[in-house]
């Protein structure tokens, strides 16, 4: 079962932050979160995790709150590139299972 | 680095047929894995690797079999294949602890 919680679908106008939450309530403390995104039937491709300390890539940023039972990944400047289902993932520790639930399907709007 | 490589990217394959689908990474990746996804659906993990010569079992495991003869490479065999069969299949593959999956591009595979 999946241990994170997203709104099914968001829409973000192009060249506006577009800020995608995840609830994760049942995190533990050793747990990671890791975002993902799948543009149409491509491989899911690899975004950002973290633990607890905010993280920003290239691509994006991961706030996570301080009691670890949510988070928000943030992409400054949307392109119509970034139109994509977005996945938070929490791996459970020993499982080597990465599950992926519905996740967030993003429009950027022109 | 090619990253994950996945071949064939499409196959047909009729009732009762074998196949073997084949997934490379030149990352010295301890870790691999098979997804399926079906369509309105999230990805499903099949089997996966903790290692050269490991395999185990995954959510959906019937009617697959894996190796892992070589570092590298992670096969996902299907004996007899079936119409249920009919997915996309994405390998992936990561380096050991917590560090991320890094996926391939997927094999469409059609069972008719």
């Known amino acids: 079962d999946a241990k994170t919680t997203q709104p099914p679908s968001m829409d973000c106008a192009e060249g506006r932050a577009a800020n995608l939450p995840c609830n994760h309530s049942?995190?533990?403390?050793?747990?990671?979160v890791y975002w993902y995104r799948q543009i149409h039937s491509q491989g899911p491709q690899y975004i950002i995790h973290?633990?607890?300390n905010n993280e920003t890539n290239e691509m994006a940023s991961l706030i996570i709150t301080e009691d670890r039972k949510s988070s928000t990944l943030i992409l400054p400047h949307a392109t119509l590139r970034d139109t994509a289902v977005y996945y938070c993932?929490?791996?459970?520790?020993?499982?080597?299972?990465?599950?992926f639930g519905p996740g967030t399907r993003l429009s950027v709007l022109p | 680095n090619a990253g994950v490589t996945q071949t064939p990217k499409f196959r047909v394959l009729k009732t009762g047929q074998s196949m073997t689908l084949l997934c490379a990474q030149d990352?010295?990746?301890?870790?691999m894995y098979w997804y399926r996804q079906d369509p309105g659906m999230g990805l499903r993990l099949i089997h996966y690797?903790?290692?050269?010569?490991?395999?185990a079992k995954g959510e959906v495991p019937d009617g697959y079999n894996v190796s892992r003869l070589k570092k590298q490479n992670f096969l996902l065999g299907l004996e007899s294949a079936a119409p249920s069969q009919t997915s996309v299949y994405f390998c992936?593959?990561?380096?050991?602890?917590?560090?991320?999956?890094?996926f391939g591009n997927g094999t469409r595979l059609t069972v008719t």
């Open positions: 992936a593959s990561r380096e050991n602890g917590n560090s991320p999956l890094h």
């Open positions: 049942t995190i533990s403390g050793n747990e990671y």
């Open positions: 973290g633990l607890k």
């Open positions: 993932i929490v791996r459970v520790p020993p499982s080597q299972n990465f599950v």
């Open positions: 990352m010295n990746h301890e870790y």
């Open positions: 690797s903790v290692g050269e010569g490991t395999t």
